[in-house]
T-cell receptor
């Protein structure tokens, strides 16, 4: 079945440091890929997504590129802020993305950014 | 829009009691999802509905769990009887067609 593997956490960085969070996936078809973020005490919210190979999703300074050849969707940000402290989830959905599709999530990784 | 609304936000109950979690999806959304989040197992999809019809309940842990969606604006997740291992944060999410899923704030359930 489908699965998503994220790097082990937690991750602690200083403000303005470069961030990379690794994510790889296993899927039988051509999935859409997502990064969700969960701030303390809140539900998850979509950060960015990519629906086909070589697409780059971007939002709030975060980027991730859909790499079919390496089955990866690593999350990057050039300069993190304290406000980026949260839990980050990589997820996939089998294409075509539609009302009957469901998300498969990775275990999530906690990011803490020090001032 | 108020977003996905869940109630209660916190629930503490004793083992053996019935627990009912409630969810109001965003108006106009036709898919609804129930998730459970724990430190050990991460985020798990329990069940999801499309147009009020259950599509996939393979994630429901056992017969003690049941979910209903009597109309487009309301869903419940019931645990009867509850056990300590059911302690978790339960999230409801909704979506419209091909759009992203919007999550509610969650219900933190503690079973003693």
């Amino acid at each position: 079945g489908d699965s998503v593997t994220q790097m082990e956490g937690p991750v602690t960085l200083s403000e303005e440091a470069f961030l990379t969070i690794n994510c790889t996936y296993t899927a039988t078809g051509y999935p859409s890929l997502f990064w969700y973020v969960q701030y303390p005490g809140e539900g998850l919210q979509l950060l960015l997504k990519a629906t086909k190979a070589d697409d780059k999703g971007s939002n709030k300074g975060f980027e991730a590129t859909y790499r079919k050849e390496t089955t990866s969707f690593h999350l990057e940000k050039g300069s993190v802020q304290v406000s980026d402290s949260a839990v980050y989830f990589c997820a996939l959905s089998e294409a075509p993305w539609g009302a009957n599709s469901k998300l498969t999530f990775g275990k999530g990784i906690t990011l803490s950014v020090r001032p | 829009d108020a977003g996905v609304i869940q109630s209660p936000r916190h629930e503490v109950t004793e083992m053996g009691q019935e627990v009912t979690l409630r969810c109001k999806p965003i108006s106009g959304h036709n898919s609804l999802f129930w998730y459970r989040q724990t430190m050990m197992r991460g985020l798990e999809l329990l069940i999801y509905f499309n147009n009020n019809v259950p599509i996939d309940d393979s994630g429901m842990p056992e017969d003690r769990f049941s979910a209903k969606m009597p109309n487009a604006s309301f869903s419940t997740l019931k645990i009867q009887p509850s056990e300590p291992r059911d302690s978790a944060v339960y999230f409801c999410a909704s979506s419209r067609g091909v759009d992203e899923q919007y999550f509610g704030p969650g219900t933190r359930l503690t079973v003693t």
